[in-house]
């Protein structure tokens, strides 16, 4: 192997120049046995998608292995409490009315509120953070950072009905929390993290309860937190921490991805100028230019480059037989871009950048929405593209692809 290339998939996801890495995995190696791993890897559009897709996935390939429903490390602690409730981290009968619920709840967002949300919020937060700024560069990375990190927990916050003056504590428990639950993170990380989780639990716990006592709450309105858990009574599910803790898991989930969709179609656009220049030009909006270069980031740099399923039984998957208890490291990133037949093109082959089948992301489109502002308020304010991209370097993750602009530690 070149020197050169990525070590393997799990490094690829923040390699300076993984694609070629990745267009070889899919065309050579579509699933195989990786015996330094110890894990199987999935890479080809066709391996992908019938592991997520399959109508037994949720018997034969797990989000959790069976005997592990919460990490050892959260066990007994409020994270785990979290971590156990989640519908993203629930198999079998108890996933299907919890996704029921989440999904129907964000359903009821209207695009229009979304999207005011996302720019309200994010011309409040460029605004502090430029305050505080000293220099042009400082101007271009903090603010950059600070918007693609921040504004998903702030506009996420503000659609569940939280008070606007715990927006910013709030944020920063979200960054806590995310970071605390990232495998093999540090020690103090970790520590961390549980404090986190135990103060957002008491924060949206507080929220809900000052929903429930609102006899004017609208479920379809302004508090999403009081719908969720009214969308759960009605499927059947009382006890309102389901409600609570998948709340807070909107926020978490979207930390990284949002992060990493805002700012890998920064360096999209970085990269290709004419992008913007064309759209004057050609009569064709902004917006829509953006629009279809988040479409490009998804399929081409998704945030989350792998994901991974746990063998429940014995099965076979395009041939090759799994045993109960392995694992399988999805490269969604190689099945984007994988051009194998029957598909000419990737632009014809659905995207599965957030998942596919029962745990398909529910809140794909919220997190496009927050990115399209994000990016819409920071070219308004001419933010320098070329000398945001004078220093790039990757977020420290496993699974995500998270770029962080200049020089400054921010985490």
Known sequence: MHPLEP?????????????????????????????DLKIWIASSFAAVNAVLTSELTSELCRVRPRSEPVPPAFEGTDAGEIFRHLVRMTDGAAHCPLKN???????????????????????????NTSEDSINTLSINTQSTNTLMFDLSSYV??????????????????????ARGIAPNCPSEALEAGKSAATRLLELFGQALEAGEKDQNSDQNGAGLLFSLAAHMRQLGIQDQRFAVCNAIGLLFQAYDSTAGL??????????????????QHIHQSIHQSIQE??????????PIQNTRRFVAQDCEILGQKLCAGE???????????????????????PLVSFGAGIHACPGANVAVLIAEQAILALLERKINLEVLIQSVRYLVSANARVPLFGTQEIL
């Open 7 to 35: 070590l393997n998939p799990i490094t690829a996801a923040t390699h300076p120049n993984p694609y070629p890495y990745y267009a070889s995995l899919a065309s050579s190696k579509p699933l195989y046995f990786d015996p």
């Open 101 to 127: 619920a989440v999904s129907h709840t964000l359903e009821t967002l209207d695009a229009a509120r979304v999207s005011n949300s996302a720019r309200d919020w994010a011309q409040t937060l460029l605004e």
């Open 156 to 177: 996420l916050g503000d659609l569940l009905g939280l008070p606007h003056n715990q927006l910013a504590n709030i944020a920063l428990e979200i960054e806590a929390f």
């Open 262 to 279: 805002i700012g890998n179609s920064l360096l999209f656009l970085a990269q290709n100028p004419q992008v913007t220049r064309s759209s």
């Open 293 to 302: 270069v988040i479409q490009t980031v998804l399929r081409d740099d998704p």
């Open 327 to 349: 694992v399988i490291l999805l490269v969604l990133v190689a099945a984007n871009r994988d051009l194998e037949p029957p598909l000419e093109s990737t632009r014809e082959r």
